[in-house]
């Protein structure tokens, strides 16, 4: 069983242990009895971040499970870069770049240990 936060009115903060079916489910405060709401407790780090960076890494999360949509405009704008980037390309102006199964780019023959953009 998992240990939660609570927060009593008067008591301030609590740990219990909860069910996982349950998570949102009060608990007494050990103090007082009183039923006190689940909190989530985050780390400092967290509230002391720039907000444009804390923003950002919310967006990132919210859209991991996102597929990846080709679309008319997407490759048209993937063809210009292709066109501009200085990509390795083959010696008959194809571009060498692939991309595996789950997405991510890859260019053989190149330093596999560079990051691509």
Request: charge should be positive.
């Amino acid at each position: 069983m998992p240990l939660y936060d609570y927060k009593c009115r008067d008591h301030g903060l609590f740990q219990e242990l909860g069910t996982m079916a349950e998570p949102g489910k009060p608990a007494e405060c050990p103090t007082c009895k009183a039923l006190s709401a689940r909190v989530i407790a985050l780390p400092p780090h967290i509230m002391g971040m720039d907000p444009a960076k804390r923003q950002a890494e919310a967006r990132n999360e919210k859209a991991r499970h996102e597929p990846i949509i080709s679309t008319a405009d997407q490759r048209a704008r993937d063809a210009e870069h292709r066109k501009s980037c200085g990509c390795k390309k083959k010696s008959d102006g194809k571009h060498m770049l692939f991309y595996t199964a789950d997405g991510k780019k890859m260019f053989p023959s190149m330093r596999p240990w560079m990051i691509s953009h």
